[in-house]
């Protein structure tokens, strides 16, 4: 059943490029199996992230953005997040109301998902849905983040070119120096633009840039837009691409992918260790037992886990 | 290991009328029973309701007709459906349809359950998770 999902997102069946993404966000058996042999095609997408406070316009400007790639003929995958009940594990999945413009065009996929428990705005198979839809050879990857605050920033791990969205209006100036979010951008957009309080937003982000100085190479761009009526529209997708091209002439698009290799690679490991380590010590009689002595004092806790991992077996880790 | 395995359902408004009151009140209930709930919003074209759920690969999919309708749309979206090769996504439905329409429907298997208003919420996601039993397990 694995290598039909496997030929199917290689041959671009959209069908079972949804199962694919489907079987790994579900944590399914065939997950590694997936995604190790669909990596070797991927790596050809150039992803885009944006992100932005909940109504800031992401989805429209996603939108927007779809109809300027098309003209250009590039194919688009859109990963559209949106959050997950912490309560219930329920989502409601809203993103596409504004793409479905784009639903018939067979070279744009769109795919929604819940959070499912992930704080940093994403959700956990956010980065290996964006593989399967690289290896369905999309040109373009946009991976829209759920409506953030000022600390969500997950996106700049995945995605080449982050695109931050705010509307006029959203402070003071003091607002625009905190760190976070308003950090991590590559462009920031201000739409909403026909709103009052436009220009004094865009001024105070150029003001916050100035501030920052030389530390970085990239000075971000600013744009306004109107999504309603298309304004800044163009200059938006200009900026995008402007970025990639000094990306890749400044060869900081190699290092970034290499960093983002190395740090996916520690993940897994991390993610193995921890999962043997789990099933060897849950439910066992010496965690139990060491448990209570720190309850009571007779040990600590940094004693207690130094102990448990001199008998653990790390060979199961390593198949 | 199955464990992160949740329902997914479209619910979509296909046609002309904008009445999305049942559909939101629909997909609010379904959250709150821990699915996973695609809304795609009003005026959808059969075309688009399939699309929509081929690419976010749910289980079943839910109409919301008030506009008289319903005798075109299921089986337009049925038949796309096959046509995709997707007829393993169920279809279900809800709205303004008279009893003998709703027994045409179901009986053509143009739709799998129908709720007509005063539907308890509580009794779709009953049938619901009925009708999802045996790809759970």
């Known amino acids: 059943m694995y290598d039909k999902v496997i030929e199917g997102v290689l041959n671009k069946d959209r069908r079972m490029v949804a199962r694919a993404i489907s079987l790994i966000e579900n944590n399914d058996n065939g997950r590694t199996k997936i995604l190790s042999e669909i990596y070797p095609h991927t790596g050809n997408a150039y992803v885009i ?214 740090r996916d690679i520690i993940d897994l490991i991390e993610y193995r260790i921890k999962s043997t380590v789990w099933e060897q010590i849950s439910g066992s009689e010496e965690f139990d037992l060491l448990t209570n002595q720190i309850m009571s004092r007779e040990t600590d806790p940094y004693t207690a886990a130094a102990q448990i991992l001199t008998g653990i077996n790390l060979d199961k880790c390593k198949v | 290991m199955n464990t992160a395995r949740k329902i997914r359902v479209l619910v979509a408004k296909p046609g002309l009328d904008g009445h999305d009151r049942g559909a939101k009140v629909v997909a609010r209930a379904l959250r709150d029973a821990g699915m996973e709930v695609v809304y795609t919003g009003l005026h959808q074209t059969p075309e688009q309701v399939v699309e929509a759920a081929i690419q976010e690969d749910v289980d079943m999919v839910g109409l919301s007709i008030l506009s008289g309708a319903h005798l075109t749309i299921f089986p337009r979206i049925c038949e796309l459906l096959k046509e995709n090769g997707a007829e393993d996504i169920m279809v279900m439905g809800g709205g303004i349809i008279p009893d003998d329409d709703m027994q045409e429907l179901l009986a053509n298997g143009h739709a799998q359950a129908l709720f007509t208003p005063g539907t308890v919420t509580a009794d779709i996601i009953n049938w619901i998770h009925e009708a999802m039993k045996d790809r759970l397990s």
């Not at chain 1, 373009?140 to 759920?146: H, L, M, P, Q």
């Not at chain 1, 760190?179 to 937003?201: C, H």
């Not at chain 1, 309603?228 to 290092?255: C, P, V, W």
């Open chain 1, 49 to 262: 992230g944006i992100t932005g406070a909940p109504g800031a316009g992401k989805s429209s400007l996603v939108d927007c953005l779809l109809s300027t790639l098309r003209q250009q003929g590039l194919s688009v995958g859109v990963i559209a997040v949106d959050p997950t009940s912490p309560f219930t594990g329920g989502a409601i999945l809203g993103d596409r109301i504004r793409m479905q413009e784009h639903a018939l065009d067979k070279e744009v996929f769109i795919r929604s998902m819940g959070t499912r428990g992930s704080l940093g705005g994403l959700s956990r198979a956010t980065k290996e849905a964006v593989q399967v839809l690289d290896a369905a050879g999309k040109d373009v990857i946009i991976i829209e983040t759920v409506g953030v605050g000022q600390s969500e920033v997950d996106i700049i791990k995945y995605a080449d070119t982050t695109i931050v969205v705010l509307t006029p209006a959203g402070g003071d100036s003091v607002q625009t120096i905190k760190a976070g979010i308003m950090e991590i951008a590559d462009i920031f957009i201000v739409n909403k633009s026909d709103l009052p309080g436009a220009d004094r937003t865009a001024s105070e982000i150029s003001m916050m840039l100035d501030l920052g100085g030389s530390l970085r190479e990239w000075r971000p761009s600013i744009v306004r837009t109107i999504t309603l009526d298309g304004s800044g529209i163009t200059d938006m997708h200009k900026a995008i691409f402007e970025h990639r091209d000094f990306l890749e002439n400044s060869g900081h698009l190699q290092k970034v992918r290499k960093e983002r290799i190395r």
